[in-house]
C-alpha cells in the first residue's frame, strides 16, 4: 500500500444500473470457480458479489493513474427502483463513502481521502434531489447500509488482472454491493495483491453478526444438509469443517469468549476425524490475543479453502440460503472458501474422502492442467564390453578390459527417445566425466545379473540395524552402487561407514602429493593414504541434529541438512566440509542430490524448498506455496522436477526450470514423510503419518492407487530397479512389499475421469501386499534396492 501513498490517486464514484456490470472485471476466485473455473458466481442469486473496477486512465497524455473505485450493483433478479424512492439513496451512500474514507484515513492515503471527499461533496448535492437508478427498496438499503459499513480485507487469493488502461498493480480496488432482502451478498471486500499483514488478515473477521446466532446459523445448515439427498450430502458435508473454523475464529477475535467455547464444544465432534490435529490447534485459542501469533490459523484465513461440488449441490445450498437469509454463512462462503464447481454426477463419500484431509481443502483442477514431461532422457550412448570374467572390483580403479565391444541389450532400451520426455537440453545438465562412464558400464555389467522381481520371486531384504544410537538416528542414505552408508544423528554428527572389505581413505596431504608419479597407471591409488584407512568416517561440523543426508551419484560429495538451518556439503576424498550453504532460516528437514549430480534440493521448517547447485552460495530456484512444513523432497529421474511432501497433507511437483508448482495432490490425511518416482517417471508413490501409501498418475494428475497396511508412519519408500516392486518401510517396525505392476495396469484415465477428477480406487491393497517383514524392535528410517534387487534397509534399535 505504500506505493499508493506517493502516486497520485484519481478517485471515481459511479452509481451504475445492472447492464453495466459486464465493463467491470470480476475478482477471480471469490466465488464459486464455474465449470473450469473460468466464471465466478458471487451471490446466491447469482449476482456479481465482488466487482471491482481497479483503475482508470489518467488525463496527462493517457497516463494510467491507481484510482478507488465504489460502485453500488444491483444484483441479477432485483429490479432497479427509479427516482420513486429518495430516502433509500442518501443514507446508503453516506455509510458507503464512511467506510471508505475511514480505510484511505487509516492506510495514511490523504491524497486519496481528499479527492474522495471532494467528489462526495458534489455527489451528496446530487442525491440529495433524487434516488439513483440501481438501489434497492427501502428496507434492503437499511440492510446494506449495515452490511456496507464493514470494509474488510481479503486474502491474497486470485485477484483478476487490471483491464488494458489499468494503472500500478498495486491499485486498490474497494467495492460496495447493494442487495435486497431476499439476496445475501459479499460486501464491501478490498482486494490488494501485496501479502496482507497479520493486523489486516485479522480484521477480516471484525463482523457485526450477533454472536448468539451463530450456533443457530450452523445447526440450520448442519440439519439442512443431513436431510438432504444422499447424493448431495455427501458433497455439502464438506462445508462443515471450513464453516466451523471461520464461524469459531470469528467469534474468537470480536471477544465473544463465551459464545465461541459454547460454539466450540457443541460443534467440534461433527467434524470429521482427520482434522483432530488441527481442531486441538485451534481449541488453544480462546482470546484475540492469542490469534496474532498462530501460524496455523493465519494459513487458513489467508488461502481459500478449496471445495470441489456438483452444480447441483451447489443450486441446492445457494436456494437454502437465499431462502434462509443466512448471510453471516454466505459471507464465509464468499471470502473464505473456493467452490469448483463441475458438471455431472455428484462425487460418493468415498469419493471425496480419497481426496479431501489436506490444510487447504482439495487442489482445485486447474492447477493440475498444465503439460508435464514425466519421460526419462535420452541416455548416452555408452559401448558395454561384456566379460563375465572381469573382477568386479578391476572397473573401480583401472580400465575395464580391451575386448571386443556390444551393445547391451538392456543399456539399448532407453536409447529411443521417449515422446514424453523433456527436450534434452530444457535445462543445463553436467557432462559425464570418464569416471561416470565407467561407472555407467559397471552399472550395466550389473544390471545383466539383476534378478527379475515379481510376486513369485521375491527379494531379499538386508538390514542394517544402528545399535548404541539411543534414539539418536535421524537420517540415513546408501549409494547407488551400495559400497556406503551415511547416517545423520542427533548429536550433530554425520557418520559414514563402508559396507564393503575396502577401507575409507582420506587423500594424502599436499607435501607427499608432490613426491607421487603422476603419469604412473595408478596413480589414484597411490594418492590414497593408507594410514587413514578405516571403516567408519565421523564428519563434523553441524550444530544442531542431522535430519536429512544424500550422497552425489559419482560417490566423491555427501550432502547434509540440519535443525541448524544449514546445508552441508562434504568431501568422500578428504573426508571435510567444502561448504555451507545459508539460506533457510529455519531446520531443514531433508536435502536431496539430483541423479545427474550438480544440483540439489533442500526442504524445511520455512515451508518452502530451495533449488541450489553445488557451485553456488545463494539457491537457484525458491519453491514456495505449502502452508507447512516440507518434510521430504525428491527429484524426478529426469531432473527436471522436484517433489515435496508437507506437513499440510498436500504433496507439490515443481518445474525446475520456471519454478513453477505444476502439481498439488491431496488424499492424505496426515503430515508426509516419504517419497520416491517409479524408475519410468510415471508414478509417484507417497507416504504419511496416515500409514497409507498413495500413488498417483502424474501425466494425469490422479491418484490412482491407495495401499493400507502400515499401522505407523510410513518413512521411507523404494521402487525396485525395474520398477516391479514397491517397498515400504515404516515406524511399525515393518518392511511391506507390494506388487506395483498390477497397480498401476488397467488405469482409468478417460477424459471424463480427468476432466471432473472422480476417481474410484480399487480395495485392494491385501491382493497388492507381496510380503509383511518385521523388525525385532527397529522403525524402518531409509530402504534402498542395489543394482541387483537386493533390499538393504536400515533403522536404529529402541528398546521397547
Known sequence: MAALAEEQTEVAV???????QTLLPPQAGDGAGEGGGGTTNNGPNGGGGNVAASSSAGGDGGTPKPSVAVSAVAPAGVAPVAAAAPDAGGPHDRQTLLAVLQFLRQSNLREAEEALRREARLLEEAVAGSGAPGEADGAGAETASALLSRVTASGPGPVAPDPP??????????????????????????AVEDQPDVSAVLSAYNQQGDPTMYEEYYSGLKHFIECSLDCHRAELSQLF????????????????????KSFFEKFHGDQECYYQDDLRVLSSLTKKEHMKGNETMLDFRTSKFVLRISRDSYQLLKRHLQEKQNNQIWNIVQEHLYIDIFDGMPRSKQQIDAMVGSLAGEAKREANKSKVFFGLLKEPEIEVPLDDEDEEGENEEGKPKKKKPKKDNIGSKSKKQDPNAPPQNRIPLPELKDSDKLDKIMNMKETTKRVRLGP????????????NAYQGLTAVDVTDDSSLIAGGFADSTVRVWSVTPKKLRSVKQAA????????????????????????????????????GASFSPDRNYLLSSSEDGTVRLWSLQTFTCLVGYKGHNYP????????YGYYFVSGGHDRVARLWATDHYQPLRIFAGHLADVNCTRFHPNSNYVATGSADRTVRLWDVLNGNCVRIFTGHKGPIHSLTFSPNGRFLATGATDGRVLLWDIGHGLMVGELKGHTDTVCSLRFSRDGEILASGSMDNTVRLWDAVKAFEDLETDDFTTATGHINLPENSQELLLGTYMTKSTPVVHLHFTRRNLVLAAGAYSPQ
Open 241 to 260: 469443517y471450513p464453516l466451523f473454523v471461520h464461524m469459531y475464529l470469528e467469534l474468537v477475535y470480536n471477544q465473544h469468549e463465551n459464545e465461541a
Open 14 to 20: 459511479k452509481l451504475e444500473p445492472e447492464e453495466s
Open 588 to 595: 531443514v528437514w531433508d536435502t536431496q542430490f539430483s541423479p
Open 512 to 547: 607427499d602429493l608432490s613426491l607421487i608419479d603422476k603419469e604412473s597407471d595408478d596413480v589414484l591409488e597411490r594418492i590414497m593414504d593408507e594410514k587413514t584407512a578405516s571403516e567408519l568416517k565421523i564428519l563434523y561440523g553441524h550444530s544442531g541434529p542431522v535430519y
Open 165 to 190: 488502461c489499468s494503472g500500478a498493480s498495486g491499485a486498490a480496488a474497494v467495492s460496495g454491493l447493494a442487495t435486497g432482502p431476499a439476496a445475501p451478498g459479499k460486501v464491501g471486500s478490498l
Open 456 to 467: 513369485d520371486c521375491l527379494p531379499s531384504i538386508c538390514f542394517y540395524t544402528f545399535l
